[in-house]
């Protein structure tokens, strides 16, 4: 069945540094791609999406860009803040509506 | 505009007693969905509604019923509840197939 594999967390990082974080997936179709963000105390809030091959989905200065070839969906910001420090989520969608969620993983960014 | 509502914010429970949380949204949306959040798990979907009048069963539907009365509102219930189902719960809802909105969340203890 389809999934989503995120990075395993916490991923610690200094204020200033490039983030990364790595999601890939297992689709039988041409899902769309997204990342939520969860602030601490909060639900989810959606971050950026991709609904097509080659989009790159932008928001907050993250970028992600949706890989088919190599099914993947990686999450990038050149200069990350304490501000970030959150659980990222990645998930894909078809129309039905539902999401299919990878497990999260926890960004800490330290002073 | 106050989004997605869930209440109550925390609750403890004994085992085998009952209750039903509340989520309600003022933005119109037809779909809802009910999930649940656990360490490591990531979200799971417990259940969820494409309209006023009908639900459906998710990932992890044991244990739990809901009801979607008026469109506005969708209710989850815990009949018996069970340590198992110590967790974070969150509604959401959506308009379409891009953004799901979330509620704050409702921490639920079964002792």
């Known amino acids: 069945g389809d999934s989503v594999t995120q990075m395993e967390g916490p991923v610690t990082l200094s204020e200033e540094a490039f983030l990364t974080i790595n999601c890939t997936y297992t689709?039988?179709?041409?899902?769309?791609l997204f990342w939520y963000v969860q602030y601490p105390g909060e639900g989810l809030q959606l971050l950026l999406k991709?609904?097509?091959a080659d989009d790159k989905g932008s928001n907050k200065g993250f970028e992600a860009t949706y890989r088919k070839e190599t099914t993947s969906f990686h999450l990038e910001k050149g200069s990350v803040q304490v501000s970030d420090s959150a659980v990222y989520f990645c998930?894909?969608?078809?129309?039905?509506?539902?999401?299919?969620w990878g497990a999260g993983t926890k960004l800490i960014i330290k002073p | 505009n106050a989004g997605v509502t869930q209440t109550p914010k925390f609750r403890v429970l004994k085992t085998g007693q009952s209750m039903t949380l509340l989520c309600a949204q003022d933005?119109?949306?037809?779909?809802m969905y009910w999930y649940r959040q656990d360490p490591g798990m990531g979200l799971r979907l417990i259940h969820y509604s494409v309209g006023e009048g009908t639900t459906a069963k998710g990932e992890v539907p044991d244990g739990y019923n809901v009801s979607r009365l008026k469109k506005q509102n969708f209710l989850l219930g815990l009949e018996s509840a069970a340590p198992s189902q110590t967790s974070v719960y969150f509604c959401a809802s959506s308009a379409d197939k891009y953004e799901q909105y979330f509620g704050p969340g409702t921490r639920l203890t079964v002792t």
């Open positions: 991709a609904t097509k």
């Open positions: 998930a894909l969608s078809y129309s039905n509506y539902q999401l299919i």
């Open positions: 689709a039988t179709g041409y899902p769309s």
């Open positions: 933005m119109n949306h037809e779909y």
